[in-house]
């Protein structure tokens, strides 16, 4: 009899998805107001650079009290996970900005088949049929709930492509290196915090409006908004990094993947945001390829008979 992996959620998994869940949802309420009503979308870049700051001040002030020890690992590697995962936020902000909302949404679509090939090709992940079923039925929902307006140009296609690889890649290498370097999410999260904050003040003169920023009028609501975002993004940071160990790179795309659903049924609810027929089916797929999904991941996973005696090796997955 073959030898079974219990695949139950840990409470720290379901915790972190919580946690990334609340955070994110925050973030992009708080945001809104910021950018629209205070009209700071001019700066995103700078905005970045504070939620790097306050990341890196965060967990610093963690790990002086006592809350973990501190690691480490090449500043070359560090250095290239936050080349690539401040790039990618960037680029996702620019395919917002030179895309169409459908565009920008279709351009999305692909980071799960990416996130598939990635970890087939660098972390050995196998997927069962039922697993990429679910997959499709959730990328069929989301792309009937968002896609609606798509007119494709070359700037806002590179731009979404390259975002699109960069956070793929970043969620694939980050559990690489939390398997291979055995290094905790608190730990990575503080190693790459400064080299998050370099990177994101490498990109504001190519990204923002820096004159229009230091004459910008500071409000004391303003400051307020700008600190909680802040906040909200530390614990996006750290949330994302815990999730990508307690799951996969995959279980995080589709909790992104969930959030866009989720923020619909919320605008509909909150703010009477319209829904449309198409809107409607598409989010009844989308849960229900994400809850076929979570069902899939919940169960014991049996292995092959020629591994009966001992767990599988650490360096292979299998996604049931």
Request: net charge positive; proline share 5%; aromatic share 10%.
């Amino acid at each position: 009899m073959g030898w079974v992996a219990p695949k139950m959620p840990s409470y720290g998994a379901v915790a972190s998805v919580l946690i990334n869940l609340v955070f994110s949802i925050s973030i992009i309420l708080f945001n809104k107001m910021l950018f629209q009503t205070f009209r700071f979308g001019f700066a995103p870049t700078t905005l970045l650079v504070g939620h790097a700051a306050t990341t890196w001040l965060g967990m610093w002030v963690l790990q002086r009290c006592g809350g973990f020890e501190a690691s480490r690992l090449l500043p070359g590697l560090c250095a290239a996970l936050s080349a690539t995962a401040v790039s990618a936020t960037v680029f996702a902000n620019l395919s917002l900005k030179y895309n169409t909302v459908g565009s920008y949404q279709i351009i999305k679509l692909v980071t799960i088949p990416m996130t598939c090939l990635l970890e087939s090709m660098w972390l050995g992940t196998r997927y069962s049929p039922q697993i990429l079923t679910s997959l499709v039925v959730l990328l069929l929902g989301v792309g009937l709930a968002t896609v609606t307006d798509v007119e494709f140009n070359v700037r806002g296609l590179l731009c979404g492509l390259a975002a699109s690889g960069g956070v793929t890649a970043y969620g694939v290498v980050l559990k690489r290196v939390q398997r291979e370097h055995s290094v905790g999410s608190s730990q990575l999260v503080t190693l790459l915090a400064p080299w998050n904050l370099l990177f994101s003040v490498l990109w504001i003169p190519a990204t923002d409006d820096v004159r229009q920023l230091l004459h910008y009028p500071f409000t004391r609501l303003a400051l307020v908004l700008l600190v909680a975002t802040c906040l909200f993004a530390w614990g996006i940071c750290y949330s994302f990094v815990l999730v990508v160990e307690k799951t996969s790179p995959l279980t995080m795309q589709v909790l992104g993947h969930f959030k866009t659903v989720l923020i619909l049924v919320l605008g509909f609810m909150v703010f009477a945001t319209p829904l449309s027929g198409q809107c409607l089916a598409g989010i009844g797929l989308a849960l229900l390829g994400v809850g076929a999904y979570s069902y899939i991941k919940s169960q014991p996973q049996p292995t092959s008979a020629t591994v009966a005696t001992s767990p599988p090796p650490d360096n292979a997955e299998e996604e049931a």
